[in-house]
């Protein structure tokens, strides 16, 4: 848009009003866990090799979970974004992927080394400004966070019972909590349009910044069998991790990037 000056909007800049999902997302997901919880115990009918039993206890179990991931959203880079563009902090949620591999210490407790991953993209307008031909001042904003870490999960329950000296019954529900600490990552890209407050002109730009610091986590789920091997599992995780900002695009940003958020996803469990 070289040599278009900007000028005010009459209107509200067309901001974008989405409802936040957040309430809902952990209503459902309290809903849900009560009623797992409710689950009888029973056996898990068996696909394959004997009617719902094993030889011996798993040693570990690999999960993947997607879901949706809701940031928190606090801090200068948002409270700036947030007021000049057409986004709301609920424009940051996005998708959500997680990994872990638990190793059993015993009937209750695993040992999981994790890693999630989350992401959005969206386009926005300046609230304020148009063009001198009435066109919105337009930009695309793709925040994206990666985080590794190692944690301990707790089952309510114990996950079978042994029925003899070679047979081993797994539970069909259950419930677990935990938490963990690790490292998490972020990536912040802005490309598009933009106003220079001081002689109106208009000019495209990016900007970007990247970063990671360190990343505390508590979870609660829940699993249920399907077969002998394989269980339904839904997780809630909420994250604390912040990070420095890194380039000169947001200098004067000091209080870094916030990466917190909370996550809600469903997957499947591999026992093995």
Not at 109 to 121: E, H, T
Request: charged content about 20%.
């Amino acid at each position: 848009m070289s040599g278009t000056t900007a000028e005010r909007r009459l209107g509200d800049g067309g901001a974008l009003h989405r409802r936040s999902i957040g309430i809902r997302a952990l209503a459902f997901t309290g809903a849900v866990l009560l009623g797992f919880a409710a689950t009888p115990d029973e056996p898990v009918h068996a696909q394959t090799g004997g009617d719902g039993f094993l030889f011996k206890p798993p040693v570990g179990s690999f999960s993947f979970r997607a879901g949706v991931y809701l940031p928190r959203a606090q801090g200068d880079i948002f409270d700036h974004t947030t007021r000049h563009l057409t986004l709301n902090r609920s424009d940051f949620t996005g998708a959500h992927v997680s990994l872990d591999l638990g190793i059993r210490a015993n009937e209750r407790v695993d040992m999981v080394l994790g890693m999630d991953f989350s992401g959005m993209i969206s386009r926005s307008e300046f609230r304020e400004w148009e063009d001198n031909r009435g066109n919105p001042v337009e930009q695309d904003t793709r925040f994206r966070t990666a985080a590794l870490h190692l944690g301990a999960k707790f089952y309510l329950f114990d996950r079978g019972r042994r029925v003899s000296r070679f047979v081993w019954v797994p539970r069909t529900a259950n419930l677990y909590f935990g938490g963990g600490a690790g490292y998490s990552w972020y990536e912040w890209d802005q490309h598009g349009d933009w106003v220079d407050y001081e002689t109106l002109d208009i000019f495209y730009d990016r900007l970007y910044t990247d970063g990671g610091g360190f990343a505390g986590h508590a979870m609660a789920g829940a699993v249920y069998g399907l077969s002998q091997r394989l269980a339904l599992n839904m997780e809630a995780r909420y994250r604390l991790a912040r990070g420095p900002i890194s380039t000169s695009d947001f200098a004067g940003f000091t209080d870094g990037m916030d990466m917190s958020g909370f996550g809600v996803a469903v997957g499947l469990t591999v026992n093995f």
